[in-house]
T-cell receptor
Framework: KAGVTQTPRYLIKTRGQQVTLSCSPISGHRSVSWYQQTPGQGLQFLFEYFSETQRNKGNFPGRFSGRQFSNSRSEMNVSTLELGDSALYLC????????????FGEGSRLTVL | AQSVTQLDSQVPVFEEAPVELRCNYSSSVSVYLFWYVQYPNQGLQLLLKYLSGSTLVESINGFEAEFNKSQTSFHLRKPSVHISDTAEYFCAVIMKTSYDKVIFGPGTSLSVIP
């Protein structure tokens, strides 16, 4: 059974640009959530999607957005990049959050110059 | 507001010594509790979870955690650590009322010294 796949694994952008990150969940998983991981802030919840609907959103500015497709694949977009957006972005999938187990991808490491 | 606290940001311990990583949470509703582990340059993996039943839960690699409702704690323990246990450990909660957000603690970096 294939795990959670995130692309790209590494990317470098400059301030003001925008970026799109992709996440393919484990087959059959309908819940996809995104997290930002930085050394200073730890793991910060961005948003969670279930069956193409955003069920919850963390405390991030509107520059951070996401969506989920009918095949459960998800994308997140960050517009007008800032230096502080440099981080590891982790995607996790689950059958349903209530089951308690998140399966994480290896992350997309974004560097903003 | 719900929150998770891990008081120790870094824990160095000698190989084969015991270790305890502390986790406390704050929530006005019942929660599910988890420990995740992150090895260098990898994503997180579930280590163990408490949903209901016995308050002592165990993982396949020798870790255990005990849910203490009165102290709102879920400390992680291992009687004898190995070099391969060196990693970042995250405590997390899901609120039973919403199930739509996992709240993670800041993490504890466990370094096992040979």
């Amino acid at each position: 059974k294939a795990g959670v796949t995130q692309t790209p694994r590494y990317l470098i952008k400059t301030r003001g640009q925008q970026v799109t990150l992709s996440c393919s969940p484990i087959s059959g998983h309908r819940s996809v959530s995104w997290y930002q991981q930085t050394p200073g802030q730890g793991l910060q919840f961005l948003f969670e999607y279930f069956s193409e609907t955003q069920r919850n959103k963390g405390n991030f500015p509107g520059r951070f957005s996401g969506r989920q497709f009918s095949n459960s694949r998800s994308e997140m977009n960050v517009s007008t990049l800032e230096l502080g957006d440099s981080a590891l972005y982790l995607c996790a999938s689950s059958l349903e959050l209530a089951t308690g187990e998140l399966f994480f991808g290896e992350g997309s490491r974004l560097t903003v110059l | 507001a719900q929150s998770v606290t891990q008081l120790d940001s870094q824990v160095p311990v000698f190989e084969e010594a015991p270790v305890e990583l502390r986790c406390n949470y704050s929530s006005s509703v019942s929660v599910y509790l988890f420990w995740y582990v992150q090895y260098p340059n990898q994503g997180l993996q579930l280590l163990l979870k408490y949903l209901s039943g016995s308050t002592l839960v165990e993982s396949i690699n020798g870790f255990e955690a005990e849910f203490n409702k009165s102290q709102t704690s879920f400390h992680l323990r291992k009687p004898s650590v190995h070099i391969s246990d060196t990693a970042e450990y995250f405590c997390a909660v899901i609120m039973k009322t919403s199930y739509d957000k996992v709240i993670f603690g800041p993490g504890t970096s466990l370094s096992v010294i040979p």
